[in-house]
T-cell receptor, first 117, second 111 residues
């Protein structure tokens, strides 16, 4: 199972501030994803990233959000001007394909808990 | 219509019980199916993939019915450590597509 780390584990910020969430996959992967989970709700897709560009994004992923992989290893999610409703757990995931299967499996990092005050 | 629906739960069962979870999905183009478990305030962790022929992993058995767009998970001889939220997950394509999560079914195994 691939190892994915995320930093910070927790972040508290004031409304309107910018936050950057980081994801570090330990081994090489092609696809990266960000998901979020508001407390008590289901996991929701935000964006997928392949070959240094966005391959798909949801309607949640508006202009306030951006992703990049600045140094070829870290994968970051930036929220430019946070809102109260951005408070959630943010999970990074990496996609990996089994040797004998075309099916992709996604493995999730431990998440960053963001609280916007 | 919601894309992935699950039994609302919660399920409270005694140790050793057998429990079954159901899941339906709306997108007939879905190709990949999974069960993840999520402990409180933790990340989703892969429990098992679900194949058309059905598959078993120890005490866990998953079934897929493409015609009915229905997925199930059966847990036999439940343990206290099985207490978690079980997430049904589908993927529209085999690779590079986002996962669509169900709302989860919470299981509490009681001593």
């Amino acid at each position: 199972e691939p190892e994915v780390t995320q930093t910070p584990s927790h972040q508290v910020t004031q409304m309107g501030q910018e936050v950057i969430l980081r994801c570090v996959p330990i081994s090489n992967h092609l696809y990266f994803y960000w998901y979020r989970q508001i407390l008590g709700q289901k996991v929701e897709f935000l964006v997928s990233f392949y070959n240094n560009e966005i391959s798909e994004k949801s309607e949640i992923f508006d202009d306030q959000f951006s992703v990049e992989r600045p140094d070829g290893s870290n994968f970051t999610l930036k929220i430019r001007s946070t809102k109260l409703e951005d408070s959630a757990m943010y999970f990074c995931a990496v996609g990996t394909r089994g040797v004998l299967s075309l099916q992709e499996t996604q493995y999730f990092g431990p998440g960053t808990r963001l609280l916007v005050l | 219509r919601k894309e992935v629906e699950q039994d609302p739960g919660p399920f409270n069962v005694p140790e050793g019980a057998t429990v079954a979870f159901n899941c339906t999905y709306s997108n007939s183009a879905s190709q990949s199916f999974f069960w993840y478990r999520q402990d409180c305030r933790k990340e989703p962790k892969l429990l098992m993939s679900v194949y058309s022929s059905g598959n078993e992993d120890g005490r866990f058995t998953a079934q897929l019915n493409r015609a009915s767009q229905y997925i199930s998970l059966l847990i036999r001889d439940s343990k206290l450590s099985d207490s978690a939220t079980y997430l049904c997950v589908v993927n529209a394509d085999n690779y590079g597509q986002n996962f669509v999560f169900g709302p989860g079914t919470r299981l509490s195994v009681l001593p």
